[in-house]
């Protein structure tokens, strides 16, 4: 049995491996404004497919191109596979958004977000024209720590997404979505939320899916960009690469 313990935005967590199970145990503070008062919350977040801790360390950049500098999916339009919803935990205060607020480039934690109901839901945004896409940087709601469940990321050149479709990221360990088996981990959303490196593929449509978090059933998302160029043809394999800029929201603290 191996444990790790330590603050992460407004939340202190620990962890505990016990044979192949990772558990994962939060206390959530939140700051309740309006009562001038603070609630802590306990949360036990059990799964087998939790990425390891990496000791505080920052995860490694994702490199790119050069000139692949732009959030093409800013202010983009937006579609879902459902209208939204107001349903959500009982302590929230993040204001409701409509799907344009996905691409807006807000991104602090009391922005505005966008709630889908619980089961498998999806948003896809339309980058207007085909793109050389690198990166997919993702922000679901991380007001509180968790963990978001079946995230699946696809990239296509067809808006319904049954021509030619390439996977970026897939952590359905065990397709409880039907969108295939995942081989990459779940991971704890916070501020920094999670960028997925992509290799140059030709894209013009991007479809994120969830089902739920280990704190609500609702599919949360905050905010979505996409990084890309125009297509330029063939890349070298050794061509030269940079780490990806990034511009994060402000930390959580109390």
């Not at 919350?41 to 000139?67: C, F, H, Q, W, Y």
């Not at 359905?172 to 295939?180: A, E, I, K, P, V």
Request: hydrophobic residues 35%; aromatic residues 8%.
């Amino acid at each position: 049995m191996a444990g790790d313990g330590r603050w992460r935005g407004h939340a202190a967590f620990a962890t505990v491996r016990k044979g192949g199970e990772m558990k994962v145990f939060w206390l959530n503070v939140v700051g309740l404004c309006a009562a001038g008062l603070a609630m802590a919350r306990p949360m036990d977040i059990r799964t087998a497919n939790l990425e390891p801790s990496r000791g505080g360390k920052p995860r490694p950049p994702v490199m790119v191109p050069p000139d692949v500098t732009n959030n093409v999916a800013l202010n983009c339009p937006v579609t879902a596979s459902a209208e939204t919803t107001a349903q959500d935990s009982p302590e929230r205060q993040t204001p409701l958004g409509d799907l344009p607020c996905l691409t807006d480039g807000n991104k602090e934690h009391d922005d505005e977000r966008v709630n889908l109901p619980p089961g498998r839901q999806w948003v896809q945004i339309d980058l207007g024209r085909t793109r050389e896409v690198w990166a997919v940087q993702i922000w679901h709601a991380y007001d509180y720590g968790c963990v978001y469940r079946d995230v699946v990321v696809l990239l296509s050149n067809d808006p319904g997404f049954s021509g030619e479709t390439v996977t970026v990221f897939n952590n359905d360990h065990d397709n409880t979505s039907g969108l295939g088996e995942g081989k990459d981990k779940e991971y704890m959303e916070d501020f920094m939320g999670r960028c997925l490196a992509v290799d140059g593929v030709f894209a013009r449509y991007v479809r994120l899916y969830s089902n739920g978090c280990t704190e609500t059933p609702v599919n949360r998302y905050t905010e979505i960009e996409v990084y890309g160029r125009m297509p330029v043809g063939h890349q070298p394999e050794n061509g030269p690469r940079v780490p990806l800029k990034v511009g994060y929201p402000k930390p959580i603290f109390l």
